[in-house]
């Protein structure tokens, strides 16, 4: 009976993502003016519960300000700003890859007034100028920008990751300071390491869902069915017809 219910509830809409919500993945025109283009890919950035939390100043010409929305941090599940640091990163990383499509490098000066050291603030994160440059290459990756979604199925730990991704992923990285590896599928030696790795997470989401003040942070940015989808723009998406329905009636 309920799963009859839940497909006629679904027909009735609601329980999706309004096209005018993820329009920021329609294609944007190249003859758009250079910083508002690569913008218009930066922000496709994943980041911290889907915060967004970027503030981009073009009041100088010819550059870009990138500042902190401090109205979007996250102070009990993000306490020390890491997240969402490593998130205005990312917003970097693909308006630096966007620039080589148009042919242009991004020049970016991290920290011009120095970083925040105790708590995050609205200091500039960085200043970037778009320089002209003939012999820049297309970044391989640009064609897969507006492709990125973030994958919340659960994981097959039966399958291997391929041995051909893993080598791909490392010649990736081979001229950054990361180090790089997989943990779990190759020797048993392995299965330590694997184990101490599923502990860390286990600990970490244990103790998110019994602290009050991280778990209601988290839960202020749930946002239920296409209403609030569309009228947030932001957070963590729930489109599931039995969630919406018992937000819907107060539960």
């Excluded at 009976?1 to 309004?18: D, Q, R, Y």
């Excluded at 283009?37 to 009041?59: I, T």
């Excluded at 946002?223 to 998406?237: A, P, T, Y």
Aim: hydrophobic share 45%.
């Amino acid at each position: 009976m309920f799963g009859a219910s839940a497909s006629v509830l679904s027909s009735c809409g609601g329980f999706g993502i309004p096209q005018s919500a993820v329009s920021a993945w329609t294609p944007i025109s190249p003859e758009m003016e250079l910083r508002r283009w690569v913008l218009s890919h930066a922000l496709l950035a994943p980041n911290p519960h889907n915060m967004q939390p970027w503030l981009a100043d073009l009041g100088v010409a010819g550059e870009i300000t990138l500042r902190l929305d401090t109205t979007r941090l996250l102070p009990e599940t993000d306490p020390f700003g890491r997240q969402i640091v490593i998130g205005c990163g990312a917003f970097l990383e693909i308006l630096s890859i966007a620039a080589t499509a148009r042919g242009h490098r991004a020049e970016i000066a991290l920290f011009p007034s120095g970083a925040a050291m105790r708590e995050l603030d609205d200091r500039v994160v960085a200043r970037i100028r778009l320089i002209a440059d003939a012999g820049v290459p297309q970044d391989l990756l640009f064609t897969a920008v507006r492709n990125r979604r973030t994958d919340r199925r659960a994981y097959d730990d039966a399958r291997p990751v391929a041995a051909a991704d893993v080598a791909t992923l490392s010649a990736a990285l081979q001229k950054l300071p990361i180090q790089f590896g997989v943990v779990g599928q190759r020797e048993a030696a392995d299965d330590a390491q694997l184990r101490a790795v599923r502990m860390v997470a286990s600990n970490a989401w244990a103790i998110e869902l019994t602290t009050e003040r991280r778990m209601m942070e988290t839960m202020r940015v749930l946002r239920f069915g296409s209403g609030e989808i569309d009228k947030h723009r932001d957070g963590l998406v729930i489109t599931s017809p039995m969630l919406v329905t018992m937000s819907d009636l107060g539960y």
